[in-house]
T-cell receptor
Framework: NAGVTQTPKFQVLKTGQSMTLQCAQD?????MSWYRQDPGMGLRLIHY???????DQGEVPNGYNVSRSTTEDFPLRLLSAAPSQTSVYFC??????????????FGPGTRLTVL | GQQLNQSPQSMFIQEGEDVSMNCTSS?????WLWYKQDPGEGPVLLIA?????ELTSNGRLTAQFGITRKDSFLNISASIPSDVGIYFC?????????????FGKGTLLTVNP
């Protein structure tokens, strides 16, 4: 049971380039979310999904696209990278419910730099 | 968007000391969570609180869900060097869901051996 995995761990892009951050979970969780973490800002929600085929915007969705074709995978796409997207990106998954086992589990993060 | 006010922003303490940090909000939450993040890693859940007034412990950690449902605190007793890291509070708004958490900005804890 690997939990939540993210690839790559580090990435450097040039302004205007596109890329996809990968996220996978093997816990059969219904919910998956993407957050970005900036210094002094905590974690902010980018996009989330409540199940395969269903996605919605979070607090800071501009510049990012997501899709959820399977329960396990939730990739985050940057169509045209900008320096403002330099950040650490975390993927998280959870199940609906109100117990400790239903809370969000986080991946190790992808550290992205846009030059 | 909704924000949680987490304080202090950073703490420098000696090994063996107790630590206290808190989060407040202008909105009511139905769940409070406390996470710890080690350098280069993702946040890891420490304690989850689901009822107003609830006091929950996890080893040397104790957290409480405020009676007003707008605040929570985390205490760490007898700190050790491995307690170093960033501690985040997170809340789930009433009517919200656990895929949509609101995070505080974090408390950076440094423990001097």
């Amino acid at each position: 049971n690997a939990g939540v995995t993210q690839t790559p761990k580090f990435q450097v892009l040039k302004t205007g380039q596109s890329m996809t951050l990968q996220c996978a979970q093997d816990m059969n969780h219904e919910y998956m979310s993407w957050y970005r973490q900036d210094p002094g800002m905590g974690l902010r929600l980018i996009h989330y999904s409540v199940g395969a085929g269903i996605t919605d915007q979070g607090e800071v969705p501009n510049g990012y696209n997501v899709s959820r074709s399977t329960t396990e995978d939730f990739p985050l796409r940057l169509l045209s990278a900008a320096p403002s997207q330099t950040s650490v990106y975390f993927c998280a998954s959870s199940n609906p419910g109100t117990s400790v086992t239903d809370t969000q589990y986080f991946g190790p993060g992808t550290r992205l730099t846009v030059l | 968007g909704q924000q949680l006010n987490q304080s202090p922003q950073s703490m420098f303490i000696q090994e063996g000391e107790d630590v206290s940090m808190n989060c407040t909000s202008s909105s009511i939450f139905n769940t409070w969570l406390w996470y710890k993040q080690d350098p280069g890693e993702g946040p890891v859940l420490l304690i989850a609180l689901y009822k107003a007034g609830e006091l929950t412990s996890n080893g040397r950690l104790t957290a409480q869900f405020g009676i007003t449902r707008k605040d929570s605190f985390l205490n760490i007793s007898a700190s050790i060097p491995s307690d170093v890291g960033i501690y985040f509070c997170a809340g789930q708004l009433v009517g919200g869901s656990n895929y949509k958490l609101t995070f505080g900005k974090g408390t950076l804890l440094t423990v001097n051996p």
